[in-house]
């Protein structure tokens, strides 16, 4: 076995420091004393363990110890009862504190336990496959260690340390251990997944050389809202990158070799939900990492992710389901190529080196508008850009400074997103059409009203339905029974549904009898929860066409570009949109 000079028990004074403490300073200053007295191996392992892990971040093993096997493994060397324990856990709620406090007579092997023991039998456990073999494992690693020792061990294999320690004060600690730079070692260990490897670097001076790891993803870079367009000029000066914002779900995508992994934002490999889009991906040449946006997308416009989400749900993605439902990748941003890391390159830069890809369908990158223009002229350009970007089925837009770096899981002022807030009011249904293409056969398109002062319901909008094909189906059918008038295409219902509608604006006008109009209104759900008498009043709609005149005094959009119905009729083939203008 190797030799390695760290004794656990050191490893556990210092975590009891820490854990003494609340003062931040003194958390290091603890930490750092301790990983200055570490051979490299040891220094490894010892860092991990109190990043709260038994592996690197980058190393995809799992322990998979279950909580029985655990408390088994306390009683036994213990020699505690199950009540003893289960009345430490009501003491306690922590299982290594449990341990800690049942675990009072010294172990029957006398030798001590090290860091290179920890590390062999972590190794050990996570490649036993059997449920007992993995027992007998822990077991037999609890058996040799004190009750101090123990509070920790259980802390790790149960993957709960909760002892006062954020992963940034263990960086901080190595580079106060070996004098260097605490961004540099953030960076080393974003990079490389392993904060054990970071610390080695650190202690060589060589944190500078870190590779990006392959298959473990790093944090997204997020985004700012601006409010107003107007707000986009004061965040950074010109030029500005702008691209659709598209409505999906995030996707960090390795790719080295022959295989391709997908991350979704939460850092979960993810790869199985999107089958068509492996073998694309695995075709382009060489290794590289993409930050991009899955969604469903068909003759070149987005489909509504309300819709789209639906096969998200699915355990097995069907030939079906992918016909029904089809996926594209729209990559906007490159963090690694061909093993070198660019996430210090600034925007322009990656961008470029994206767009020297070869990708073809299903994998896009969304089309880059470079605007290089002055605080007076941005705003109309943006919504224009804003409008053209709705229109298409998108969300709205990022704007992004082309001088900066990515950062990893921040979100700062160099990535803005622009959308509208989102408003939305409770109305009643007050007509039904049948709907077009797929939806002919129920009645799937609603016009609804607003109360006024004096109690009369004023019509307001009218939209497709956002509702799930159910829940259509039902709607249709009490629609049915509750018609007071029949006009064909059209009927007059009994007032009775309360729906919450989303929209972007709402403008005077006097295409409904409210005198107002909506911006891309659209059915957000049902609220059968709400009675007819609460719903909204045509004096809060006003109130809110007040915010909208004051938004159009910042640069919006004129009132040609008003909602709805009408104007998305033109387009047949997303008659069931749900979220485009
Ligand atoms: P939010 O989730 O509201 O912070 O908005 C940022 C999200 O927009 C990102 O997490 C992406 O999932 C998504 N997104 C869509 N299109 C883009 C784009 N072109 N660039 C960056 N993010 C995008």
Redo the contacts with the bound molecule.
């Keep these: 076995m190797v030799t390695m000079s760290g004794p656990f028990a050191d490893w556990v004074a210092a975590a009891d420091a820490v854990r003494a403490t609340t003062k931040k300073l003194e958390k290091q200053a603890a930490l750092a004393r301790y990983l200055a007295t570490l051979d490299d191996d040891g220094l490894r392992v010892a860092a991990r363990l109190f990043a709260g892990g038994p592996f690197a971040r980058a190393d995809e093993r799992v322990l998979a110890v279950g909580w029985t096997a655990l408390v088994e493994a306390i009683q036994e060397r213990a020699g505690a009862h199950g009540e003893a324990i289960g009345a430490s856990y009501q003491r306690h709620a922590d299982l290594g504190d449990v341990a800690a406090e049942l675990i009072t007579t010294a172990a029957s092997d006398p030798r001590p336990l090290t860091l290179a023991d920890l590390a062999a039998a972590f190794d050990a456990i996570a490649a036993t496959k059997g449920s007992n073999a993995k027992r007998a494992l822990v077991r037999a690693l609890v058996a040799r260690a004190t009750g101090a020792e123990a509070r920790y061990l259980v802390k790790i294999v149960g993957g709960d340390m909760r002892i006062g320690l954020r992963e940034s004060l263990v960086e901080e600690a190595i580079a106060r251990a070996f004098g260097r730079d605490r961004q540099a070692v953030a960076r080393a260990n974003m990079l490389g997944g392993d904060i054990g490897e970071a610390a080695v670097r650190a202690k060589h001076g060589t944190l500078e050389g870190a590779a990006f790891a392959r298959f473990a993803p790093i944090g997204?870079m997020?985004?700012t809202?601006v409010l107003e367009l107007a707000e986009v000029a004061k965040r950074f000066s010109a030029p500005y990158h702008v691209?659709?914002?598209?409505?999906?779900?995030?996707a960090q995508v390795h790719k080295d070799g022959d295989r391709v992994e997908i991350f979704s934002?939460t850092l979960d490999r993810v790869t199985d939900r999107f089958p068509e889009l492996i073998g694309p991906l695995r075709a382009v040449p060489g290794s590289y990492v993409l930050d991009a946006?899955v969604l469903g997308f068909e003759d070149g416009r987005a489909i509504p992710f309300t819709h789209w989400a639906k096969r998200l749900g699915r355990k097995a993605v069907t030939a079906d389901l992918q016909a029904e439902l089809p996926t594209t990748l729209?990559a906007?941003d490159i963090l690694e190529r061909d093993g070198t890391a660019l996430i210090d390159r600034p925007l322009a830069e990656r961008s470029r080196i994206l767009r020297s890809l070869d990708l073809r369908p299903p994998l896009r990158v969304?089309e880059l508008r470079v605007l290089d223009l002055g605080p007076d002229e941005l705003p109309a350009e943006l919504e224009r850009e804003f409008a053209a970007a709705r229109e298409r089925g998108n969300e709205g837009l990022?704007v992004k400074d082309p001088r900066s770096p990515y950062r990893p899981g921040r979100r700062g002022m160099e990535?803005l997103?622009v959308k509208r807030p989102l408003r939305t009011l409770d109305v009643v249904v007050t007509a039904v059409e049948w709907g077009h293409g797929k939806r002919r056969a129920v009645l799937s398109d609603y016009t609804f009203a607003v109360r006024d002062e004096a109690g009369r319901l004023r019509t307001i909008g009218k939209a497709y339905s956002g509702l799930t094909d159910r829940e259509i189906a039902e709607m249709t059918e009490h629609f049915l029974a509750h018609t007071t008038l029949d006009r064909g295409r059209l009927r007059v219902v009994v007032p009775d549904t309360v729906i919450e509608v989303a929209f972007d604006q709402i403008q005077e006008s006097d295409r409904h009898d409210s005198g107002l109009a909506m911006r891309f209104p659209r059915i957000v759900r049902l609220r059968p929860d709400k009675p007819v008498s609460e719903i909204d009043t045509l004096e809060t709609a006003r109130s809110l066409a007040a915010v909208t005149e004051r938004e159009r005094g910042s640069g919006s959009a004129g009132p040609s570009e008003l909602d709805e119905s009408g104007a998305r009729r033109e387009r047949p083939k997303r008659a069931d949109g749900d979220r485009a203008g």
């Design positions: 997204m997020l985004a809202p691209e659709d914002k598209y409505d999906g779900v995030r934002r946006e729209f906007f969304p990022m990535w997103k």
